[in-house]
C-alpha cells in the first residue's frame, strides 16, 4: 500500500511538474487551411492574445491545407500529444464526417477538445463585374444562368461549401453552379476579387474588409437575425428576409489537441485560451470582421465536446437533404 502511495504521489509531482514546465518549446498551431483566410485569422488572432497566458511563449501558425481541412487536421491527430501542436478548426470538423468516406482522423475520438473560440456570419458575395446589386437581382441571375456561372469554395466539407450547399438546396437550384475548389477561401477571394469566380459564400471575417474597400459585391448574411451591431454587415438581408425559410447558418471555430495530452496541459491551454477570450484587444479585432467570440460553456472542453457532437447529426441531416454524399 505505501508503494502505491508513493508511485501516486510522485506521478502527481510529475505531472504538476509537466504543466509548471509546459510549454518547453515553440507552440505550433496547424490551420488547415491556406495563409490570410478565416480560420488563419482567427487562429493568428488567438495566437497572440494567448501568448502573455502561456509565458510568452513562441506561438506559430503553419498553414497545412488541402481535402476541405482534413489534411492538416489529420496531421494534428497524429502529432505527439504533448500540447506543443494545436489545431484551429471551424464546423468542418463536424461536416467532413458526413462527406468523406475516408478521413485520416476520427472527430470524436483523436483530439482533445480545448474550447469553441468564435462563431462567424457566412456572407453571399460576388464579382465586382457581377451585373447584380440588390440580393432579388443576385438571385434572378442565377436563376437566368443556371449552369452558366461558378461558386468558388475551400474543399469539401469546407465552410464555403457546406454554405454553398445549403444556398442552391434553399433555392431549389442545386447543383445550379459549377463549384471550384481552393486551398482556402484567401485564393478563393483573390480569384473573385479578378472575376475568375463568379460567386462565394465566404466567412465575414474574410470579407468585411473588401467589401468596404468595394473590391466585391455582397448581397446577404446567412445567419437568423440582422447583424445590426456591426456598421457593414447591418446594410445586408438575411436568407430567411429574401424568402429562403429556416436558413441559418453560422461558423464556429475551435481549438484541439492530440487525444492522449496530458489534462495538466490541456486545462492550462484552456486556461490560457479563455484568458485571451476575455482581452477586450481580441474580443474587438474579432467584433471588427463580424466574428462574436464565444462565452457560454462551449468553451469548456465538455461543452465543447457536445457541441461538436450535436453538430456533427444535424449536419449529416442538412448534408442528406442538399443531396451531397460521401465522396
Ligand atoms: C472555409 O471556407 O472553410 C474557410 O473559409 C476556409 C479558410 O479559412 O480559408
Request: include cysteine; glycine fraction near 8%; charged fraction near 15%.
Amino acid at each position: 500500500m505505501k508503494k502505491l502511495l508513493t508511485f501516486a504521489l510522485a506521478a502527481t509531482a510529475m505531472v504538476g511538474a509537466m504543466a509548471q514546465d509546459f510549454p518547453s518549446r515553440p507552440i505550433t498551431i496547424v490551420v488547415p487551411f491556406a495563409a490570410g483566410g478565416p480560420t488563419d485569422t482567427v487562429a493568428r488572432q488567438l495566437a497572440e492574445a494567448m501568448r502573455p497566458h502561456l509565458g510568452n511563449a513562441s506561438i506559430v501558425v503553419e498553414n497545412a491545407a488541402g481535402a476541405g481541412g482534413t489534411i492538416g487536421a489529420g496531421r494534428v491527430a497524429r502529432a505527439a500529444p504533448d500540447g506543443h501542436t494545436l489545431l484551429v478548426w471551424h464546423i468542418g470538423m463536424a461536416s467532413t464526417a458526413s462527406l468523406y468516406r475516408r478521413l485520416p482522423f476520427n472527430a470524436l475520438q483523436d483530439f482533445e477538445y480545448l474550447g469553441i473560440i468564435n462563431d462567424v456570419p457566412m456572407t453571399l458575395v460576388g464579382k465586382p463585374q457581377l451585373p447584380a446589386n440588390t440580393y432579388r437581382d443576385f438571385e434572378n441571375h442565377i436563376r437566368a444562368n443556371a449552369g452558366r456561372l461558378n461558386l468558388a469554395h475551400a474543399g469539401l466539407g469546407s465552410a464555403s461549401h457546406i454554405c454553398g450547399l445549403m444556398w442552391q438546396h434553399a433555392m431549389g437550384l442545386q447543383q445550379a453552379m459549377t463549384t471550384i475548389p481552393f486551398g482556402g477561401t484567401a485564393p478563393a477571394m483573390t480569384a473573385l476579387m479578378g472575376g475568375q469566380v463568379d460567386v462565394m459564400c465566404d466567412q465575414s471575417t474574410n470579407t468585411v474588409s473588401q467589401i468596404e474597400a468595394g473590391r466585391i459585391k455582397a448581397f446577404a448574411v446567412t445567419t437568423a437575425q440582422r447583424l445590426n451591431d456591426h456598421p457593414t454587415l447591418r446594410h445586408y438581408p438575411t436568407l430567411q428576409e429574401m424568402g429562403l425559410r429556416n436558413f441559418n447558418l453560422t461558423i464556429w471555430h475551435g481549438l484541439y489537441a492530440p487525444r492522449g495530452t496530458p489534462p495538466a496541459v490541456t486545462q492550462r491551454l484552456n486556461a490560457a485560451m479563455r484568458a485571451a477570450m476575455r482581452d477586450p484587444v481580441f474580443i474587438q479585432r474579432q467584433n471588427a470582421l463580424g466574428a462574436l467570440v464565444a462565452t457560454d460553456n462551449r468553451i469548456t472542453p465538455e461543452g465543447h465536446r457536445a457541441f461538436v457532437t450535436n453538430q456533427i447529426n444535424q449536419l449529416r441531416v442538412v448534408i442528406e437533404a442538399a443531396g451531397q454524399f460521401a465522396d
